[in-house]
């Protein structure tokens, strides 16, 4: 089957190489007034010295890891595969983040000089760089490994080790990004609009900068490595799942014709049809451009999954697998969308309206309204999970939620694009009002960034679900690990003690994550509001307008408080199923990693519908969707401080759960075969 | 062995006899001046009018229940076990309130007459008849039960029935009086402390003696119902466990002396053991008075407990039972123990301190850092809770586990006494305020009330745990029904597709149910907002001191909201698991068990802290323990903001998921047999 492997690593170099085509033509857009150069420049400065100084440090934590891998006996290649994926993600970071630095202010200059297609166009192609990038790199990874390693009886370890080293950049990358984002965020926003009573992305503010680098940092890298992840760890635990099935389920589920290797290389193979879909739903936009810009987007993801779905079909039917894995991928995909448009729901409708009227009676109750959405918008996402689970399990069997994950993320390229559009059009908006552009400039930018607030709340959904259902996978293929190790069955009963207190304790582990980031960004923030405070007592004439603020300064503390707290909760995230695994054994393992999904799940859901929804309600306010009220008035400060609280709900320590459970799951994998 | 069963019955009717003694001299008590009898009289009239008009809407409930009972084939004597642990549970909750809501008036008058001593003793007097009747209706419930079926093979289903009934009641009785008193309490705050700026408990405030009203609706009835279900659930579960032991395990653990119908008295025998035990703590109480109050209610809990342990052991030993279930007991009592104090340090220690001094920075930050605090203290109870079923499993199996549950809650009756204490010293002091008695007895009663505020909140962590272990053993019981009714082995492995579905509707149950009770307070206190703002308006020297606030008109409302709100979440929990249990199957069920328990344990741990935590941080800043605050600066208007956004958190919503977690459980094993 080596014909049928040298496709993955082909076809990741040549969307790779798109991806640097795009970008070459990217940077040749024009950047517009000096003034508009120079903040660009500033926020670029300020993303590559934070992911400098945050890939130095992360060099240190990957030596470490390589090392114990190497020396702790899982062997040279899961070692070497580790640090593979660690390079691939950072990569992706890497190419994302040079790519949005420099499509926002080229957006900035499209909005300006053509128009609003014009600027939807170089925004868009912003994102695909970094869409097509996360996609290519992680078929590359995994294609280059098994192209070498496909005869290995050490295969699934080796892609294990490759899925730790993208997830624990995705975590660094994640809690980094958000606390560096929030602090930046928040600190402004306190010391800025209430206290000095100055717009948002106003120049004088010194956290403005800080502020437009976080969104690249955390919406840009940290989702991207979020989904990077999520990509490869779908196709491992495929694989995994597939190299360790009986010849009867093999046969129960999928006929006589169909191979233990054909079952490896499907999940890579369904991954290439996804990227070729992917690249057509991109170059569609050429033509969709011209439509209203949220149809757009919309048209070039269902493009692609439509392609994706329909080739997919021809695929399985023509080599002989039959439908049964479409059925699974079908659900997974459908999961997918759904879960998006529950999460569009609970962060842009009616239980928006609710928090914004309950602003009324002040903060209190704001908050009260917020949390209760939040735990009511949980129902909906867990239940499609549940469903898609049943029917991917009721065709495919366990392999089947693996490829309902790989379903779910196939398409990747695209929907990715869209992810990192949004903030590329949020920093478009911030450099139109930093230069000054006027009005009619800024309508343009704030129409493309409204766009991309429900885009960015959908791709959070997608983000948990793809996230619970890859982690499901990953427990699936866990289990079938220690199964075939202990060379018979190990039981997992729900009312065995030792499963019962590793749920406990997975519970526990999450809890901890979270509110150490929860803690990080308000320690950060009470700092960059001393900075804040100092600069605008100490400044000459910087309200004024005359003096010059540091906002150097500001982005140095935002990296500083990122790169200091970051490292506690990913230390926590990897020894704990490593302290369990090994001293309570692979029964306990495996209740912690149901634990630690089901609490993470629900934190991730909660705190990311919540903050959206708080956000979203600040905004009815202001639009005066709510009778009565406008900035302004106390309903208004009520939804000010309802939406500060979501800050860090929904841009830090929610985000950071999907990527906590992922790991811990990806950990307690490469452990299976070891602590039996 | 009829001889021993007949001993609980016997042991619970003078429980309750010694109970009404205590009630009989409490009522002699003088009640002080005309104003405090007229004060008394109205917070009694109007907790009584919400107990009847609540009971006679939950019998129509218990009546439909018992009907579907009958007529699905449960048998005669489950559904009229049913109707029983109702009555029971009913009962126990009249009794306390009844008790409570003379004893307070009474507290103050005695602080009044004789100081602080005299008025310790009264309010425990009046917290005795609550937590004697609590324990002895318990044993007469299950004691008469088994005394006429301990020889029928339907007596696990009869136990089951009588404690669904208990549970059922529980349910309604938190949910409705927790959505009473908040209603109250924060519609009261936000017009009176807030907008009118008058001091808490003024007489001018036409909510307050709904305010007085709720904290007994919801701490004595409410947590009165909460902790019955337990102590009813805990042995319930050892019996089922102990009834379904294989002769095999029973020999593993025991050695050979020991036979089932042994293991099935022991839990019964054990609570006879501590409600003696108790009386001796409480009968204590006459001496220790004299001492600092705080530390007189801590001796006796801790008197209770070690005549209990050292009573059990030798017991135990003596019996023929050996040592090994003393240890399952001994852990589950430090558990229990220990959650309270971590409880305690999260609610009243450095932590508190924190969100205080996040006050300075408005009410946003002082949000995030209680959610901090709520995450983090969830931490230590979920380890406390792993480890003693670790050891109660090590030393005495699955039986273990819910021995050691029975083991924590053997000493019910004092630590009921306890926790009904602290609304009688709270109503103490609102009397006291009311009827403007000074600042002396203020001081004596503002005393009082602070160390009910540490004793409730050790409770609710008491109880949460309670709660854990009870569920869990409840959980424990119903695999091994399902086991003997499948006559064989059935797995509940954890990543079984079906385990899993079950595990996510399980979290979707609790979530949306803590998402209604949450709606339900922040709908039903703006009612109440409205109608202080209208009576402040309407009626003519009321803010003056000359107009008389309308305060039934107050009862009526919260009344109303509570017995409309209260109904959806208990439906939602009883139609739940019968829904999973018939549509999917007995493992969809298991999994539904353990899903609601780990996040219901979580959300209960979660809420009743950091609602304990902000609640406390807005005292610090008032007694001046964060430097250069005080009542009346911003700091202090935002850490009020966060003990409104904690009152339902830590009142309403939290401790309903104790009761609910353990409601599920009940009906999952009531079905047991059934969906097989």
Chains 1, 2 share one sequence.
């Not at 220690?482 to 009963?493: E, L, Q, Y």
């Not at 929904?650 to 799951?665: E, F, H, R, Y």
Request: proline share 3%.
């Amino acid at each position: 089957m080596q014909n049928i492997s040298a496709i993955a690593p082909i076809a990741g170099f040549i969307g790779l190489s798109l991806a640097l085509v795009t970008y070459g033509r990217l940077i040749k857009k024009p950047s517009g007034t000096d003034k508009m150069i120079a903040i660009g420049d500033e926020i670029h400065l300020g993303a590559m010295t934070f992911l400098k100084a945050e890939y130095s440090k992360l060099s240190i934590f990957v030596a470490v890891v390589a090392a114990l891998l190497f020396f702790g006996g899982f062997g040279t290649y899961t070692a070497g595969a580790f640090i593979f994926g660690a390079l691939c993600s950072g990569l992706a970071g890497y190419i994302g983040m040079k790519s949005a630095t420099k499509g926002n202010v080229r957006t900035t200059a499209a909005a300006k000089d053509h128009g609003v297609g014009a600027a939807l166009q170089v925004a868009f192609s912003s994102g695909a760089v970094m869409g097509l990038s996360v996609a290519s790199l992680g078929l590359i990874g995994l294609g280059t490994i098994y192209f070498f390693q496909s005869e290995s009886d050490q295969l699934t370890g080796i892609i294990s080790g490759f899925s730790m080293g993208a997830s624990s950049i995705a975590l660094f990358a994640r809690i980094g990004g958000g606390i560096f984002t929030k602090a930046a965020d928040v600190g402004s926003d306190l010391v800025g609009k209430i206290e000095a009573g100055i717009p948002e992305d106003d120049p004088r503010n010194p956290g403005v900068i800080a502020d437009n680098v976080g969104d690249n940092v955390g919406d840009v890298a940290g989702m991207g490595a979020d989904i990077f992840e999520s990509y490869v760890g779908a196709m491992v635990a495929a694989i995994t799942i597939a190299a360790t099935m009986s010849a009867a389920t093999m046969t129960e589920y999928f006929g006589e014709g169909v191979n233990t290797t054909m079952l490896i290389t499907l999940p890579i193979t369904l991954s290439v049809i996804g990227l070729a879909s992917s690249m057509i739903g991109i170059w569609g936009m050429n033509i969709f451009k011209g439509m209203d810009p949220a149809k757009a987007l919309t048209v070039s993801e269902i493009t692609a999954g439509v392609i994706f779905l329909v080739a997919a079909a021809l695929y399985l039917m023509n080599f002989g697998y039959g439908l049964s894995v479409f059925w699974a991928i079908l659900s997974g995909t459908i999961a997918g969308f759904a879960i998006g448009k529950v999460t569009e729901y609970y962060t842009a409708a009616g239980p928006v309206f609710k928090i914004a009227k309950a602003s009324k009676t002040g903060p209190a109750t704001n908050i009260i309204a917020g949390i209760a959405v939040g735990l009511q918008s949980c129902a909906g996402p867990l239940l499609l999970i549940a469903a898609s689970i049943l029917v991917a399990f009721e065709f495919a069997g366990l392999y089947g939620i693996a490829m309902a994950a790989v379903g779910m993320l196939a398409t990747v390229g695209v929907t990715m694009t869209i992810d990192a559009y949004g903030p590329v059009a949020d920093n478009a908006g911030g450099i139109s009002e930093m230069s000054k552009l006027g009005p009619e400039v800024r309508e343009i930018t704030d129409g493309l960034d409204a766009i991309g607030n429900t885009t960015a709340a959908i791709g959070k959904g997608f983000a948990i679900g793809s996230a619970a259902l890859t982690s499901l996978a990953l427990f699936v293929a866990y289990k079938q690990k220690v199964m075939v190790a202990a060379g018979g069955d190990i039981s997992m009963d729900i009312t065995d003690p030792k499963v019962v207190v590793g749920l406990l304790i997975g519970a526990m582990v999450v809890l901890i994550c979270a509110a150490m980031t929860m803690t990080s960004v308000g320690k950060a923030a009470g700092e960059m509001v001393d900075e804040i405070r100092r600069q605008f007592k100490e400044i000459p004439g910087l309200l004024e307008g005359t003096g010059k603020p540091d906002t150097a300064r500001c982005v140095e503390i935002s990296t500083n408080a990122a790169l200091k707290e970051m490292v506690m909760p990913v230390l926590v995230a990897v020894a704990a199923p490593v302290a369990v695994g090994y001293g309570l054994g692979p029964e306990s393992l495996g209740g912690m990693l149901a634990g630690s999904l089901l609490t993470g799940v629900v934190l991730a859901l909660l705190m990311s519908n919540a903050g959206g929804a708080w956000d979203n309600a600040k905004k009815f306010i202001e639009t005066g969707a709510v009778e009565g009220e406008k900035k302004g008035t106390d309903a208004h400060a009520a939804a000010v401080i309802g939406d500060t609280v979501g800050d860090p709900f929904k841009d830090t320590t929610g985000p950071a759960m999907n990527i906590l459970v992922k790991l811990i799951s990806i950990v307690a994998l490469l452990l299976a075969a070891k602590i039996v």
